[in-house]
């Protein structure tokens, strides 16, 4: 049964990129085929998990990696990871975190909402520095000193915002902070590509490190990574897995979790609502595995070849200005509007049968940007009828 039969809804034109909100990447055929036989058959979801790990730990050079149900998950579970160690009856009391290291240290321009998924372990942010560069008032951002300023015998972790204009820079706070021995947690979602990112972060001396598994992965929307320490990754892993076991019983597997090490077995943890299933598991590995053994220049070639026919499909059409940007990680289109500004011009290609969605970024500056990633075949001729019709 198709999904318009079965939900009576139809897919959209995605010219925005690989967003949760639009629902992510497009999956490849051996993605699609690796999850559906994980559906058919049962396994013991924490020996996955170990598996999934050793695969992960490989492509990023940490010490251990686990599949999360996205890097949102992975910013829980790696705070939760810093705040309670090995202790189960830390893991058992989150979010309640009185007696325990219970603040995150992030600088003030590295702020967003993904830090809902902080907070929610019971954690208090502090925010350290001012942007004067954000606000045009000057050129300083937070600086390393200060977050090194700001550490206590409270701190349990400093959280950083990977992006390519963000300061200070990574190996500048993890060197503070771990000359005080502080976890330091990157929040690396959408950093990818370029692949050698994978590693990038772990080797500029991150403790823990998340990725999205549903943007340029290409793996499930609903799928994530952390990876780095393998005590931080066994602690998120004891908060996430299911613990309804009898601890007599329980054999957790080795590389994951030291049984012998542990008091006894948590229970649930705070992790818990971000269930990972087998699907994603084997979802996740396979898109990882394609996504590194794709090289760059080809995957950038494949990109640009979608960008190349957009601009073919629009540059002859009246009434719009239509520039390749190729300096970004990822090639896009950029186009201006001779007759309508940005904003009724998104809402006007959303409402298009079908729906045409683009990245709103630049909407204020009446600049539609086109990212290629999630199109499909056939769909840059959609857009281009899209396009014609705003103009008429
Ligand atoms: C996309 C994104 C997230 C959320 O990632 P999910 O995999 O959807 O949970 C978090 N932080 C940043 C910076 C992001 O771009």
Same mark, same amino acid.
Do not use: W
């Given at each position: 049964m198709s999904i318009q039969d079965l939900l009576g809804i139809s897919? &959209? +034109?995605?010219?925005?990129?690989?967003?949760?909100?639009?629902?992510?990447?497009?999956?490849?055929?051996?993605?699609i085929e690796a999850m559906a036989e994980a559906g058919k058959?049962? =396994?013991? &979801?924490?020996?996955?998990?170990? !598996? !999934?790990?050793?695969?992960?730990?490989?492509?990023?050079?940490?010490?251990g990696g686990y599949v999360t149900s996205g890097a949102s998950a992975g910013l829980l579970l790696g705070v939760a990871a810093c705040v309670t160690g090995l202790d189960p009856g830390k893991m058992n009391r989150l979010p309640?975190?009185?007696?325990?290291? /219970?603040?995150v240290i992030i600088a003030r321009s590295h702020r967003n909402f993904y830090d809902h998924a902080i907070r929610s372990v019971g954690i208090r942010l502090i925010e350290v520095g001012i942007s004067d560069r954000y606000s045009g008032a000057g050129v300083r951002d937070t600086e390393a000193w200060e977050i090194a300023d700001a550490i206590s015998e409270r701190t349990a972790a400093i959280a950083y915002v990977a992006n390519s204009n963000a300061r200070p820079s990574l190996a500048e706070v993890t060197r503070v902070a771990h000359e005080r021995n502080i976890p330091v947690v990157v929040d690396a979602a959408g950093q990818l590509p370029p692949s050698s990112n994978l590693k990038r972060f772990i080797s500029e001396g991150a403790d823990l490190v998340c990725f999205s598994g549903g943007k340029v992965i290409g793996g499930p929307q609903g799928a994530g990574i952390l990876c780095g320490r393998r005590d931080l990754i066994s602690s998120a892993a004891l908060q996430h897995l299911d613990q309804d076991v009898l601890f007599e019983l329980w054999s957790p597997p080795e590389g994951l979790i030291d049984k012998s090490a542990l008091p006894g077995a948590p229970q649930h943890g705070i992790g818990r609502p971000c269930k990972v299933g087998k699907e994603q598991i084997?979802?996740?590995?396979?898109?990882?595995?394609?996504?590194v053994d794709e090289d760059e220049d080809a995957r950038r070639k494949r990109w640009a070849d979608t960008?190349?026919?957009?601009?073919?499909?629009?540059? %002859?059409?009246? %009434?719009?200005?239509?520039?390749?940007?190729d300096g970004g990680a990822i090639p896009s289109v950029h186009v201006k509007m001779a007759t309508l500004d940005g904003?009724?011009?998104?809402?006007?290609? /959303?409402? /298009?049968?079908?729906?045409?969605?683009?990245? !709103?970024?630049? +909407? =204020?500056e009446d600049i539609l940007v086109l990212n290629p990633v999630c199109l499909r075949d056939g769909d840059v001729s959609v857009l281009a009828d899209a396009f014609k019709a705003l103009l008429s």
């Open positions: 897919p &959209i +034109v995605n010219a925005a990129g690989p967003v949760t909100r639009l629902s992510g990447a497009l999956m490849a055929d051996e993605v058959a049962c =396994y013991d &979801i924490a020996s996955m998990q170990a !598996a !999934a790990g050793r695969v992960i730990a490989e492509v990023t050079g940490a010490e309640d975190t009185r007696g325990m290291k /219970n603040q084997a979802g996740l590995v396979m898109a990882l595995r394609r996504f960008v190349d026919a957009i601009v073919d499909s629009l540059r %002859g059409l009246d %009434g719009l200005e239509v520039s390749v940007s904003l009724t011009a998104t809402r006007q290609l /959303n409402a /298009n049968d079908p729906s045409v969605h683009v990245n !709103a970024s630049r +909407v =204020y």
